[in-house]
Nanobody, 120 residues
Framework: VQLQASGGGLVQAGGSLRLSCAASGNIFRINQMGWYRQAPGKQRELVAVMGGGNAYYADSVKGRFTISRDNAKDTVDLQMNSLRPDDTAVYYC????????????????WGQGTLVTVSS
């Protein structure tokens, strides 16, 4: 399974960006897809995840970021509004993928990361 993320870039504080991620390969079922981020010198943290129709957001992005999935296309997007300098990080797409029933356990895959830089 491969995850290809796009949409990062440089934006001024208060601006918006939209990240997109597409999963491809041998996919039976995607349980959830989401986004993590890692800022310089910090640990990777969960930003938002969506599975089973439910979305979860980190407190720091609630009300500013919106995650959406297209299950038919195996894609996940992250609309980021009101960006702040502390949102600067490499954003990673992730997907938990299950094999056919009885053939193993779910595995988590990661994309290559896309850099988001928010200037003040």
């Amino acid at each position: 399974v491969q995850l290809q993320a796009s949409g990062g870039g440089l934006v001024q504080a208060g601006g918006s960006l939209r990240l997109s991620c597409a999963a491809s390969g041998n996919i039976f079922r995607i349980n959830q897809m989401g986004w993590y981020r890692q800022a310089p010198g910090k640990q990777r943290e969960l930003v938002a995840v969506m599975g089973g129709g439910n979305a979860y957001y980190a407190d720091s992005v609630k009300g500013r970021f919106t995650i959406s999935r297209d299950n038919a296309k195996d894609t996940v997007d992250l609309q980021m509004n009101s960006l702040r300098p502390d949102d600067t990080a490499v954003y990673y797409c992730t997907a938990e993928v299950s094999p056919p029933y009885g053939s193993g356990s779910a595995q988590t895959y990661w994309g290559q990361g896309t850099l988001v830089t928010v200037s003040s």
